[in-house]
Protein backbone atom coordinates (compact mmCIF):
# COMPACT_ATOMS: atom_id res chain seq x y z
CA UNK A 1 0.00 0.00 0.00
CA UNK A 2 1.42 3.52 -0.95
CA UNK A 3 1.07 6.13 1.83
CA UNK A 4 0.82 9.77 0.51
CA UNK A 5 3.06 11.98 2.18
CA UNK A 6 1.13 14.46 2.42
CA UNK A 7 2.60 16.86 4.94
CA UNK A 8 -0.31 19.28 5.47
CA UNK A 9 1.44 21.09 8.41
CA UNK A 10 -0.53 23.83 9.00
CA UNK A 11 0.80 26.30 10.73
CA UNK A 12 -0.33 29.73 13.04
CA UNK A 13 2.25 32.05 13.73
CA UNK A 14 2.23 33.08 17.25
CA UNK A 15 2.86 35.10 20.12
CA UNK A 16 6.39 36.93 20.35
CA UNK A 17 8.71 37.31 23.28
CA UNK A 18 10.53 40.00 24.55
CA UNK A 19 14.39 40.87 24.72
CA UNK A 20 15.18 37.15 22.36
CA UNK A 21 12.61 37.40 20.12
CA UNK A 22 11.18 33.21 19.51
CA UNK A 23 8.34 32.03 18.15
CA UNK A 24 6.37 28.57 18.28
CA UNK A 25 4.16 27.23 15.62
CA UNK A 26 1.16 25.17 16.90
CA UNK A 27 -1.07 23.12 13.91
CA UNK A 28 -4.55 24.59 12.50
CA UNK A 29 -6.23 21.47 13.05
CA UNK A 30 -9.37 22.59 11.09
CA UNK A 31 -7.46 23.60 8.26
CA UNK A 32 -6.14 20.32 7.75
CA UNK A 33 -9.58 18.81 8.08
CA UNK A 34 -10.68 21.81 5.45
CA UNK A 35 -8.17 20.79 3.11
CA UNK A 36 -8.74 17.07 3.08
CA UNK A 37 -12.60 17.54 2.87
CA UNK A 38 -11.82 20.33 -0.59
CA UNK A 39 -9.78 17.32 -1.98
CA UNK A 40 -12.96 15.04 -1.75
CA UNK A 41 -15.07 17.50 -2.76
CA UNK A 42 -13.12 17.91 -6.10
CA UNK A 43 -13.12 14.42 -6.69
CA UNK A 44 -16.27 14.02 -6.28
CA UNK A 45 -17.44 16.31 -9.13
CA UNK A 46 -15.42 13.96 -11.15
CA UNK A 47 -16.83 10.11 -10.12
CA UNK A 48 -18.49 8.36 -13.25
CA UNK A 49 -20.01 4.86 -13.04
CA UNK A 50 -19.27 1.97 -15.49
CA UNK A 51 -23.14 0.91 -16.66
CA UNK A 52 -21.82 -1.76 -18.06
CA UNK A 53 -20.71 -3.15 -14.61
CA UNK A 54 -23.15 -1.53 -12.59
CA UNK A 55 -22.95 -2.24 -8.47
CA UNK A 56 -25.21 -5.73 -7.18
CA UNK A 57 -26.29 -7.67 -4.43
CA UNK A 58 -26.57 -11.26 -5.13
CA UNK A 59 -28.64 -13.45 -2.11
CA UNK A 60 -29.75 -16.97 -2.48
CA UNK A 61 -31.98 -18.64 0.24
CA UNK A 62 -32.71 -22.19 0.05
CA UNK A 63 -35.86 -24.05 2.12
CA UNK A 64 -37.30 -27.80 1.99
CA UNK A 65 -40.07 -27.54 -0.52
CA UNK A 66 -43.81 -27.55 -0.20
CA UNK A 67 -45.68 -30.83 0.03
CA UNK A 68 -46.72 -29.73 -3.65
CA UNK A 69 -43.02 -29.49 -5.17
CA UNK A 70 -41.63 -32.96 -3.05
CA UNK A 71 -42.25 -34.66 -6.44
CA UNK A 72 -40.43 -32.15 -8.32
CA UNK A 73 -37.81 -30.16 -6.66
CA UNK A 74 -37.06 -33.04 -3.66
CA UNK A 75 -33.42 -31.71 -1.94
CA UNK A 76 -35.72 -28.22 -2.01
CA UNK A 77 -36.24 -25.06 -3.23
CA UNK A 78 -33.69 -22.12 -3.75
CA UNK A 79 -34.67 -18.52 -4.03
CA UNK A 80 -32.71 -16.07 -5.34
CA UNK A 81 -32.76 -12.00 -4.98
CA UNK A 82 -30.09 -9.95 -7.21
CA UNK A 83 -30.46 -6.17 -6.64
CA UNK A 84 -28.87 -4.19 -9.11
CA UNK A 85 -28.01 -0.42 -8.66
CA UNK A 86 -29.99 1.67 -11.74
CA UNK A 87 -29.82 5.06 -13.36
CA UNK A 88 -32.37 6.88 -11.72
CA UNK A 89 -33.56 10.58 -11.81
CA UNK A 90 -33.02 13.48 -9.09
CA UNK A 91 -36.72 13.10 -8.89
CA UNK A 92 -36.51 9.53 -7.63
CA UNK A 93 -33.69 10.67 -5.50
CA UNK A 94 -31.24 10.28 -7.67
CA UNK A 95 -27.97 8.17 -7.88
CA UNK A 96 -25.13 9.61 -5.49
CA UNK A 97 -21.28 9.11 -4.47
CA UNK A 98 -20.23 10.84 -1.12
CA UNK A 99 -16.26 10.77 -0.31
CA UNK A 100 -14.96 10.41 3.33
CA UNK A 101 -12.26 9.60 5.69
CA UNK A 102 -11.24 7.12 8.04
CA UNK A 103 -8.68 8.30 10.57
CA UNK A 104 -6.08 5.91 12.34
CA UNK A 105 -3.19 6.82 14.27
CA UNK A 106 0.08 5.68 13.36
CA UNK A 107 2.79 7.42 15.79
CA UNK A 108 2.41 10.06 18.40
CA UNK A 109 5.08 11.38 20.60
CA UNK A 110 5.52 14.24 23.28
CA UNK A 111 9.39 16.40 23.15
CA UNK A 112 9.45 17.90 26.10
CA UNK A 113 13.45 18.51 24.76
CA UNK A 114 15.17 21.54 23.83
CA UNK A 115 15.84 19.97 20.40
CA UNK A 116 13.79 18.63 17.72
CA UNK A 117 13.35 15.36 17.60
CA UNK A 118 13.02 12.99 14.33
CA UNK A 119 10.15 9.80 14.02
CA UNK A 120 10.89 7.37 11.86
CA UNK A 121 8.68 4.78 10.45
CA UNK A 122 10.08 1.68 9.13
CA UNK A 123 6.35 -0.46 8.58
CA UNK A 124 2.44 0.30 10.03
CA UNK A 125 -0.35 -1.92 9.79
CA UNK A 126 -3.33 0.19 8.73
CA UNK A 127 -7.32 -1.48 9.13
CA UNK A 128 -9.44 -1.20 6.26
CA UNK A 129 -12.74 -1.82 6.18
CA UNK A 130 -14.70 -4.75 3.92
CA UNK A 131 -17.06 -3.32 1.41
CA UNK A 132 -20.38 -3.36 2.43
CA UNK A 133 -21.50 -7.25 2.53
CA UNK A 134 -22.79 -8.69 -0.57
CA UNK A 135 -22.07 -6.39 -2.62
CA UNK A 136 -19.68 -6.44 -5.73
CA UNK A 137 -18.65 -2.70 -6.38
CA UNK A 138 -15.07 -1.17 -6.29
CA UNK A 139 -14.06 2.40 -6.22
CA UNK A 140 -10.95 3.18 -8.40
CA UNK A 141 -9.02 6.06 -8.93
CA UNK A 142 -7.83 6.38 -12.82
CA UNK A 143 -4.79 8.04 -11.86
CA UNK A 144 -2.82 8.42 -8.85
CA UNK A 145 0.27 9.14 -7.14
CA UNK A 146 1.70 11.74 -4.04
CA UNK A 147 0.07 15.14 -5.08
CA UNK A 148 -1.86 13.60 -8.15
CA UNK A 149 -5.42 13.11 -6.37
CA UNK A 150 -6.94 16.46 -7.66
CA UNK A 151 -6.11 15.45 -11.60
CA UNK A 152 -7.89 11.89 -10.77
CA UNK A 153 -11.26 10.50 -11.91
CA UNK A 154 -13.00 8.04 -9.44
CA UNK A 155 -14.93 5.33 -11.15
CA UNK A 156 -17.44 2.92 -10.04
CA UNK A 157 -17.84 -0.35 -10.86
CA UNK A 158 -18.94 -3.65 -9.95
CA UNK A 159 -16.05 -5.51 -12.55
CA UNK A 160 -13.54 -5.94 -9.83
CA UNK A 161 -15.46 -5.14 -6.83
CA UNK A 162 -14.76 -7.48 -4.07
CA UNK A 163 -17.51 -9.07 -1.53
CA UNK A 164 -15.24 -9.24 1.39
CA UNK A 165 -17.00 -9.60 4.65
CA UNK A 166 -13.96 -9.02 6.88
CA UNK A 167 -11.68 -5.70 7.36
CA UNK A 168 -8.14 -6.41 5.84
CA UNK A 169 -5.12 -5.51 7.59
CA UNK A 170 -2.59 -3.68 5.15
CA UNK A 171 1.02 -3.88 6.16
CA UNK A 172 3.01 -0.37 5.25
CA UNK A 173 6.56 -1.62 4.72
CA UNK A 174 7.26 2.12 3.36
CA UNK A 175 9.74 4.02 5.64
CA UNK A 176 8.43 7.56 6.71
CA UNK A 177 9.77 10.69 9.09
CA UNK A 178 9.45 14.18 10.52
CA UNK A 179 10.19 16.18 13.11
CA UNK A 180 8.97 17.29 16.26
CA UNK A 181 9.95 20.57 17.08
CA UNK A 182 11.28 21.18 20.86
CA UNK A 183 8.31 21.26 23.57
CA UNK A 184 5.63 19.66 21.20
CA UNK A 185 3.07 16.63 21.10
CA UNK A 186 3.07 15.32 17.57
CA UNK A 187 1.40 12.56 15.81
CA UNK A 188 0.57 11.10 11.99
CA UNK A 189 -2.35 9.18 11.26
CA UNK A 190 -3.96 7.81 8.39
CA UNK A 191 -6.35 8.88 6.62
CA UNK A 192 -8.18 6.00 4.50
CA UNK A 193 -10.92 6.94 1.81
CA UNK A 194 -14.30 5.51 1.30
CA UNK A 195 -17.00 5.70 -1.47
CA UNK A 196 -20.50 5.40 -0.33
CA UNK A 197 -22.96 5.06 -3.51
CA UNK A 198 -26.92 5.28 -2.50
CA UNK A 199 -29.28 5.29 -5.50
CA UNK A 200 -32.75 3.43 -6.72
CA UNK A 201 -32.16 -0.35 -7.43
CA UNK A 202 -33.98 -3.03 -9.25
CA UNK A 203 -34.93 -6.70 -7.78
CA UNK A 204 -35.09 -10.09 -9.78
CA UNK A 205 -36.57 -12.67 -7.87
CA UNK A 206 -36.04 -16.42 -9.11
CA UNK A 207 -36.67 -19.47 -8.20
CA UNK A 208 -35.08 -23.04 -8.62
CA UNK A 209 -36.65 -26.34 -8.36
CA UNK A 210 -35.01 -29.15 -9.69
CA UNK A 211 -34.74 -28.70 -13.72
CA UNK A 212 -37.16 -25.71 -13.48
CA UNK A 213 -35.22 -22.02 -13.12
CA UNK A 214 -37.83 -19.18 -13.36
CA UNK A 215 -38.93 -16.02 -11.75
CA UNK A 216 -40.35 -16.90 -8.85
CA UNK A 217 -43.90 -14.62 -9.79
CA UNK A 218 -44.09 -16.59 -13.15
CA UNK A 219 -44.41 -19.82 -12.08
CA UNK A 220 -47.07 -22.08 -13.26
CA UNK A 221 -50.44 -22.76 -11.66
CA UNK A 222 -49.50 -26.26 -10.92
CA UNK A 223 -46.29 -25.10 -8.67
CA UNK A 224 -47.95 -22.92 -6.67
CA UNK A 225 -48.50 -22.90 -3.16
CA UNK A 226 -48.21 -20.81 0.09
CA UNK A 227 -44.19 -20.49 -0.05
CA UNK A 228 -44.14 -19.38 -3.60
CA UNK A 229 -46.77 -16.89 -2.85
CA UNK A 230 -45.39 -16.19 0.21
CA UNK A 231 -41.70 -15.16 -2.08
CA UNK A 232 -44.00 -13.74 -4.49
CA UNK A 233 -45.26 -10.77 -2.47
CA UNK A 234 -42.17 -10.30 -1.72
CA UNK A 235 -40.95 -9.98 -4.98
CA UNK A 236 -43.50 -7.28 -5.51
CA UNK A 237 -41.23 -4.42 -4.31
CA UNK A 238 -39.67 -4.21 -7.38
CA UNK A 239 -37.26 -0.79 -6.66
CA UNK A 240 -35.95 0.38 -3.40
CA UNK A 241 -33.33 2.42 -2.34
CA UNK A 242 -30.53 1.09 -1.24
CA UNK A 243 -26.75 2.29 0.02
CA UNK A 244 -23.35 0.59 0.14
CA UNK A 245 -20.00 1.11 1.11
CA UNK A 246 -16.11 0.73 -0.31
CA UNK A 247 -13.14 1.39 -0.22
CA UNK A 248 -11.13 3.53 -2.45
CA UNK A 249 -8.43 1.91 -4.59
CA UNK A 250 -5.68 2.88 -6.37
CA UNK A 251 -3.69 0.93 -8.57
CA UNK A 252 -4.69 -2.30 -6.58
CA UNK A 253 -4.42 -0.93 -3.12
CA UNK A 254 -5.96 1.43 -0.46
CA UNK A 255 -5.89 5.09 -1.29
CA UNK A 256 -4.02 6.21 2.24
CA UNK A 257 -2.72 9.82 3.44
CA UNK A 258 -0.40 10.14 6.06
CA UNK A 259 -1.42 13.29 7.60
CA UNK A 260 1.15 15.12 10.02
CA UNK A 261 0.38 17.36 12.94
CA UNK A 262 2.22 18.97 15.96
CA UNK A 263 0.61 20.99 18.95
CA UNK A 264 2.66 22.81 21.20
CA UNK A 265 2.74 21.83 24.89
CA UNK A 266 0.87 24.98 26.38
CA UNK A 267 3.31 24.65 29.84
CA UNK A 268 6.64 24.84 28.68
CA UNK A 269 6.28 27.92 26.56
CA UNK A 270 6.67 31.21 27.93
CA UNK A 271 3.54 33.94 27.97
CA UNK A 272 4.60 36.63 25.17
CA UNK A 273 4.78 40.04 27.22
CA UNK A 274 3.12 43.54 26.47
CA UNK A 275 6.00 45.89 25.24
CA UNK A 276 3.87 48.79 24.18
CA UNK A 277 0.18 49.87 23.89
CA UNK A 278 -1.74 52.38 21.05
CA UNK A 279 -5.17 53.36 20.22
CA UNK A 280 -6.92 50.10 21.95
CA UNK A 281 -4.02 47.47 21.15
CA UNK A 282 -0.75 46.31 23.07
CA UNK A 283 2.21 45.49 20.99
CA UNK A 284 3.61 42.32 22.23
CA UNK A 285 7.08 41.12 21.64
CA UNK A 286 9.54 43.55 19.70
CA UNK A 287 7.70 42.26 16.53
CA UNK A 288 4.45 43.83 14.88
CA UNK A 289 2.37 41.46 16.71
CA UNK A 290 -0.62 43.12 18.27
CA UNK A 291 -3.53 42.27 20.46
CA UNK A 292 -7.18 44.15 20.74
CA UNK A 293 -9.44 42.79 23.18
CA UNK A 294 -11.83 45.40 21.52
CA UNK A 295 -12.47 43.62 18.65
CA UNK A 296 -15.29 40.73 18.46
CA UNK A 297 -12.75 38.41 16.38
CA UNK A 298 -8.88 38.50 14.76
CA UNK A 299 -8.07 39.76 18.33
CA UNK A 300 -4.32 38.65 17.24
CA UNK A 301 -2.91 40.18 14.28
CA UNK A 302 -0.30 42.36 12.21
CA UNK A 303 0.55 45.45 10.87
CA UNK A 304 0.98 43.38 7.91
CA UNK A 305 -2.01 43.70 5.38
CA UNK A 306 -4.59 40.70 5.27
CA UNK A 307 -2.71 38.84 8.30
CA UNK A 308 -4.82 37.79 11.29
CA UNK A 309 -3.87 35.86 13.89
CA UNK A 310 -6.26 33.86 14.70
CA UNK A 311 -4.87 32.20 18.54
CA UNK A 312 -1.87 32.64 20.82
CA UNK A 313 0.37 30.00 22.86
CA UNK A 314 -1.06 31.79 26.26
CA UNK A 315 -2.37 35.09 26.80
CA UNK A 316 0.04 38.34 27.01
CA UNK A 317 0.68 39.20 30.80
Known amino acids: MQIFRSALMALLAV???????????????????VQMQESLVALQQKVRF????????????????????????????TFTRRRRLIFSSQESGGT?????????????????????????????????????EGWAVGAYLTTGGAG???????????????????????????SSSFKCPPYHECRSEAWAMYARIS????????????????SVCASPA????????????????????CEMVTPVMDGGRPHVTEVFF????????????????????YQ????KLLYSPGRAENRYWTKAPGVAHQQLVAQPR
Open 15 to 33: GAMADTEESTTAPDEMAND
Open 50 to 77: DWTHLPHHLTTVSEPACAKLWDHCPWGV
Open 96 to 132: NTTLFFQRQMLRRARNTASQSAELTREEATVRINSTT
Open 148 to 174: ALSQADLVISAEYGREKTSEWQWSVSE
Open 199 to 214: GLCHDEHDLECGRYRR
Open 222 to 241: WMLCSQLEQWCGKAERRFQR
Open 262 to 281: EEPIRSLHKKPRITGYHAGS
Open 284 to 287: LGSK
